[in-house]
């Protein structure tokens, strides 16, 4: 079984401001998402679609506003949402024997 990487800060190739509280964001940290998380990416997903599910639980799981969020650069959020998508599909295996 391959073990998921439980928690991983992602330095920002493009700074993200948030001007409503002044702060800059130089790097993410994600980590593994709760059931609740996943159900509201899920949903948002539904009616939304991924990209808007995926900017969703990348705020929900970093504590990053959404709104800012949607300002980071895509090569940035491809590298989170790689990091997501292993514990969306993770599956555990069978024990054998």
Known sequence: MTE????KTINLVKPITWDTTKTTY???ELSEPILLQ????YDDQT???SLSAMG???SLV???????IKRMAFTD???CENYLMGFLMYS???ESG
């Open 4 to 7: 998921l990487e439980r928690s």
């Open 38 to 41: 996943v159900q509201q990416f």
């Open 92 to 94: 555990p295996e069978g």
């Open 47 to 49: 009616k939304n679609g």
């Open 26 to 28: 130089e790097f993410v």
């Open 62 to 68: 970093s504590n990053i506003p959404r709104e800012a």
């Open 77 to 79: 959020y491809k590298e």
């Open 56 to 58: 969703l639980l990348i």
